[in-house]
């Protein structure tokens, strides 16, 4: 590979990685927020035994149903501590999108670098389709769903890194991954089975001849005997079913092998017969037997392990479910790659029969936009229905106390199955000042009481609510956090303009989020942090204003603040304009960071199109006549 090209080469997969992750990060502004929801407690209650230093060792390696999640505690633990001990399901999206990037990224390279110029077109475009488009919206707005992600990248380093030379850097790296994928999930386990099937398989046809094979054999062998240790030795992990048919199995499994057209059957047998043709090709002659055909049947041979586990689980006819779309997209990416690898040095009298399986996959993968676009749809509206009720719920909980906020509330009315598990967890998070900044209760904004009654009559302000422009109402918060705001004259002798002052309260960590309401950010009004004792100010930036909407809806507006005791003083000096504000939230220095790059998220992928435009513009710009040429 000359200079020239492996510059190309890095400056196109890097725009292209940067717009599949400005895209992933819009749909995580679009569509998340930091409301732990169910499984996300299970590393709530790990973070839990750390900030009480009570964790042990066992907690990183324990079992999760066949699964053991050591990549998610480890990552989950490091970014805890860089947030300054604050949890925050949304770190882990974030850590979800780049590790989902680096896999994509990775299959480009291989593509790129191990296939003719002239085959990768279709292969590139499919990977970049796949990993940008939403196809598991449900996994994307999961934090915990980073063992989906780690698993998927050390399948792909397992995969590719043992095809190298045997006993070098990069085949020792690859066995390293296959070792790592069962600490992610349990599905890891079966890289190093698929990869220790095909050493053996080739192996048989070699007469058991072949130094590489017999080393990548027996070494994935162990990491396979590993991973399957992991799994057997856990009472019931591998318990069927009750009401498994047999007939419902094999539909679920031909189901799978069908994604992204997963409510049919039939395409599995076009998806999986390029993979048959170059496995045939190969035996037949063993000098095609390439790094990317290793790679191209492994990595095959892995999802449909997965394929089979799934259906023996949950083999009720239904095919995979929505959060496991990301790692079935490995299956198509492998069929494209076989297809391009049996289309090279064809006969002519056969090009007929690889034109035809291209039909038909682009046809599958047509027919399949609607089925995502459902699924996607399904998750959007699943997501709003239960949002805002589990907003409600919790945070009422968590403002009042009262166990009635969680108690019978039905199934998904609160973000745990077990309501009564519910409210000691966040009792006990809350105790340790360790829940998201969003959801912080443990100290309210209230009326400095060293005040006079005088001069708290004229703060002008309302306390426990905001009066609402046009009907005088005062609205309160509806889950009971203590909020104040200022007004508009109802008349001409009311005062409607004037200071409040708050109690002292602690700020923690390198941020400061409030919430504010109305027209603040307009001349006139103003909303400071004044450090107890020194009296130093930090005026609030206020947010711009870009539509009038905004007007009437909470947003928060983020700053950095040393830690310390503060007062709020807020003013204000407008007789035309009110503003309210709620209780501030120490905010972890991660958390500020993921919800700027989120906020700036068009930036990477419009920085990605300036990038692939300007490095690429010859091919897609005619270049000008040169004067010699023009002669």
Known sequence: MDKTYRNHLFWGLFGVALIMLGVRLEIIGSYADSMPYWDDFTIGGLLYYYQTDTMEFYH?????????????????????????????????????????????????????????????????????????????????????????????????????????QALSKAWWGGVASLVCAPLTLAGGTFAACAVFAFALLVLARNKFKGRHDWFTGMAALAAALFGLALIIFQPGSIKSPDDMDWWFALSTFLKTLSWPLADSVWPAFFLGLPVALLLLQVLVDTSKLTRLARFTLTLYLTIFIVALAIAYSRG????????????????????????????????????????????????????????IH?????????????????????????????????????????????????????????????????????????????????????AGFVSDGVVVRGTGNVGVRPFGEPVFGSYIADGEK????????????HHNRDYIAIQVLGYFGYPDLSLKFVEYGSGKEYVLTPPKIK???????????????????????????SEKHWFGFATPKSVGRVSHRIESLVENAKWLWLLGIAILFFRFRHALLPLSTSPSAAK
């Not at 496991?324 to 289309?343: G, H």
């Not at 039909?359 to 089925?371: K, N």
């Not at 009311?494 to 309260?505: I, L, P, Q, V």
């Open 60 to 164: 990183l390696i324990k079992d999760s149903n066949e699964h053991r999640l050591l990549f998610n505690r480890l990552l989950s633990l490091l970014f805890f501590e860089m947030n300054q001990n604050q949890w925050d399901p949304k770190i882990g999206m974030i850590t979800n999108t780049v590790l989902w990037v680096l896999s994509g990224y990775l299959l480009l390279r291989i593509t790129l670098t191990n296939l003719p110029i002239t085959r990768t077109g279709p292969v590139v475009i499919l990977i970049f389709l796949l990993w940008c488009l939403p196809i598991a919206l449900v996994n994307i707005v999961w934090g915990v769903q980073t063992h989906t992600y780690t698993m998927i990248l050390f399948i792909i380093l397992g995969c590719w890194g043992v095809t190298a």
């Open 316 to 371: 009720w006819g239904n095919g995979p479910s929505r959060r496991y779309f990301d790692y079935l997209a490995l299956m198509p990416v492998c069929s494209a790659l076989a297809l391009m690898q049996i289309s090279i040095g064809v006969k002519e009298s056969q090009k007929w029969f690889i034109h035809g399986l291209a039909g038909a996959m682009i046809v599958i993968l047509a027919l399949s936009v609607p089925l």
């Open 547 to 573: 539509h009038a909407r905004e007007i009437g809806q909470w947003r928060y507006v983020r700053q950095r603040l040393p830690k310390g005791y503060y007062r709020i003083v807020a003013e204000d000096n």
């Open 374 to 458: 459902y699924t996607f749809t399904f998750t959007v509206k699943d997501q709003q229905r239960v949002k805002s009720a589990h907003q409600f719920n919790v945070m009422s909980y968590l403002n009042t106390w009262d166990k009635k906020w969680l108690l019978n509330k039905g199934f998904r009315g609160v973000p745990f199955p077990r309501e009564k598990d519910l409210v000691n967890f966040l009792k006990d998070y809350n105790d340790v000042d360790m829940l998201p900044y969003q959801l912080q209760t443990r100290q309210q904004v209230i009326h400095d009481q060293r005040q006079t009654k005088e001069e708290m009559a004229q």
């Open 494 to 505: 009311e005062k409607a303009t004037g200071r409040f002052t708050s109690h002292e309260f």
